[in-house]
């Protein structure tokens, strides 16, 4: 199948694709004479597990090292679990940042009237230290 094809089997966008296998993720296909690249069953799958672990938030390099502990079989599965355990704590520092970004948000809106004037805790919140930036001098 083409690279289209192969795209739509395995969710994965042809220019995605193409950089899975410039970044050596996926192995570089094999071509026809006229230089179009042909993929067969097993690159649907390796692409559909790249997208799973992708979907699932892990990085490049991550999804690497699953790929290469995928592909053995005699891998110990206990290398699997701790590469799965990691990502679940960078998950969850990530989760955190986001909770207490959303707490900071949600306390300067509460704090902002929405009205005509110009005093706006939120621009407040965000200048350095709280403060208010000097108003601009006119010329």
């Not at 799958?45 to 592909?71: C, E, M, N, P, Y």
């Not at 900071?104 to 509460?110: D, K, R």
């Amino acid at each position: 199948m083409n690279i289209g094809e192969a795209a739509q089997a395995s969710g994965v966008s042809a220019k995605m694709i193409r950089h899975y296998e410039s970044t050596g993720l996926l192995p570089p296909a094999p071509r026809t004479d006229a230089g179009y690249r042909q993929y067969g069953g097993r690159d649907v799958h390796t692409l559909r597990f790249i997208k799973r672990a992708r979907d699932l938030g892990f990085s490049l390099k991550a999804v690497a090292d699953l790929l290469s502990l995928w592909q053995d079989q005699h891998r110990p599965s206990r290398e699997v679990k701790a590469l799965a355990q990691t990502h679940m704590q960078e998950l969850q520092q990530k989760i955190e940042e986001l909770q207490a970004m959303q707490h900071t948000l949600a306390t300067l809106v509460q704090c902002c009237h929405g009205d005509e004037r110009p005093d706006c805790p939120i621009l407040d919140g965000l200048a350095e230290n709280g403060e208010k930036l000097p108003s601009p001098q006119r010329r």
